[in-house]
């Protein structure tokens, strides 16, 4: 078991005051720790910038709203805390921003949260950019739940152990990641990020369904491309696509703009629409 000794330098923003560690923050009846009603979302701050902090700010209340609690941290708040908690690392280093929200308590028959109970804190910590070298994928078994299922509108905690078996069955199976599909079989994502390929020059992205967290990252790279001059085109896309696309790249915040270098046993090179869209977000993030 891990001990608090193990982790790396940390600093939560909890009840008005900042501490330092990994502050136990969430008792045995709290409603999150037992019925899921947590969300995030996750910042990121390295060489010394903080891309897109304003979006993620607002996307951590939009998804407290979506699970029907009630978020007092404005935006604006939010960023001001990270600014302030920036100042306890060293200028440059790599860190992970994740402001958070929880009930506390449940509701009617306890199943849903109390609304008024709701909690916050913002944690940062360091934890290194990954290098692009590249991952290798394959095709996971589990699927992305629809809107009736679960609560894909929200960046919510309740959502990631779906991918989490997704992942560890593809990490037992040699790879380092892998794709999920939708209930209709078409491509959403990767188990830990956003998806595109590209084929005879153009750039391609499942379309948003609702079935899959389209990210900040995925829209700002989507968006640098094509003033870039680059065709993008999101559309429902299979998993032979996939397997036929000339290059294959991630992006999320956690490591931004990665090559994916074997699908199955087909090994691919980092290519130079992906060396554009890494370079283009790069220069967004230092401009």
Sequence with gaps: MATQAEWS???????????????????????AAWLGSSVFDGARAFEGVTPDLDLHCARVNASAEAMRLKPDVSPETWIGLVRDGLKRFDAKAALYIRPMYW???????????????TMSCLCLYETPMPPPTGLSITLSRFRRPTYECMPVDAKAGCLYPNNARALLDARAAGFDNCL???MLGNVAELATANIFMAKD??????????????????????????????TVVES????????????????GNYSKVVPIIRIDDRSLQPGPLFQKARKLYWEFAHG
């Excluded at 009930?103 to 109970?117: C, H, L, N, R, T």
């Excluded at 429902?236 to 992006?251: H, K, V």
């Design 180 to 182: 999920l599909c939708d």
């Design 103 to 117: 009930a506390e308590q449940g509701g009617p028959v306890a199943v849903p949260p109390d609304p008024d109970s």
């Design 9 to 31: 330098k940390t600093w939560t923003f909890y009840k008005g005051d900042w501490h330092e560690g990994n502050v136990p923050i969430m008792g045995a009846r709290t409603h």
């Design 236 to 251: 429902a896309l299979r998993y032979a696509d996939f397997q036929n696309a000339d290059e294959i790249f991630s992006s």
């Design 201 to 230: 020059g153009v750039v391609y992205t499942p379309i948003a369904n609702g079935t899959f967290l389209a990210g900040i990252t995925r829209r700002r790279t989507i968006a640098l491309l094509r003033d870039a001059g680059v």
